[in-house]
């Protein structure tokens, strides 16, 4: 596809399931970020990655949360043992380069609900 | 710790008047994005600055960067409702790895 495809677009789960998060950038992007958005609120950093490495995973709330990424595309964000706290609207973004001029480009989303 | 501070946060006006959304953080960076985002879709990028002092223009909206690199402003002349959305700036640090994103201005223009 053209733009940054995210799947699934709403997913409700119940307390203490798994759940995972997948993420389709941009072909050829070798950036990727998650982030973390409360309704109507900004959006929380959780981690990026620059090709399959994660050089910063300061954002991760807690051991919990995780997120990998194989052969420089697809990434997955997997959050163990749901609590009600973990409802957002969890985005990703893609980037082509990873300078100060850079521009992310954002998928729709994955609403997370956890009853 | 939110880096990025925005005000107002909230903000409704009716089509034709001026506003003015601030972006402050005690942090420098190297650069700063806006974005602006409508529900249910990803946030896209409206423009970046680098230098301080910095001023950009893109039609109706005034971007300017401050001089130490720590703030930014936002200026919309004559608002429309199509400006209605949730505006958010965004500053590189890391060496450009890591983007901050703000608190975030919901902005509602009326007719």
């Known amino acids: 596809g053209a733009g940054v495809s995210q799947s699934p677009s709403n997913k409700v789960t119940e307390k203490g399931k798994d759940v995972e998060l997948r993420c389709d950038p941009i072909?050829?992007?070798?950036?990727l970020y998650w982030y973390r958005q409360s309704l109507g609120q900004g959006l929380e950093f959780l981690i990026y990655?620059?090709?399959?490495?994660?050089?910063?995973k300061s954002g991760l709330p807690s051991d919990r949360f995780s997120a990998e990424r194989t052969g420089g595309s697809v990434s997955t964000l997997t959050i163990q043992r749901t609590q009600q706290e973990d409802s957002a609207v969890y985005l990703c973004?893609?980037?082509?380069?990873?300078?100060?001029?850079?521009?992310?480009?954002f998928g729709e989303g994955s609403r997370l609900t956890v009853l | 710790t939110q880096l990025l501070k925005q005000s107002p946060q909230f903000l409704s006006i009716q089509e034709g008047e001026n506003l003015t959304v601030y972006c402050n953080s005690s942090s420098v960076f190297s650069s700063l994005q806006w974005y602006r985002q409508e529900p249910g879709e990803g946030p896209v990028l409206l423009v970046t600055?680098?230098?301080?002092?910095e001023v950009k223009k893109l039609k109706r909206l005034t971007f300017q960067f401050g001089d130490a690199r720590k703030d930014s402003s936002l200026h919309i002349t004559a608002a429309q409702p199509g400006d209605t959305g949730l505006y958010l700036c965004?500053?590189?640090?890391?060496?450009?790895?890591?983007?901050?994103f703000g608190t975030g201005t919901q902005l509602k223009v009326e007719l």
């Open positions: 973004a893609s980037s082509l380069v990873t300078t100060v001029t850079g521009e992310l480009f």
């Open positions: 072909s050829g992007h070798t950036a």
């Open positions: 965004a500053g590189f640090t890391g060496g450009g790895n890591k983007l901050t």
């Open positions: 990655f620059q090709g399959n490495s994660a050089p910063d």
């Open positions: 600055v680098v230098t301080g002092g």
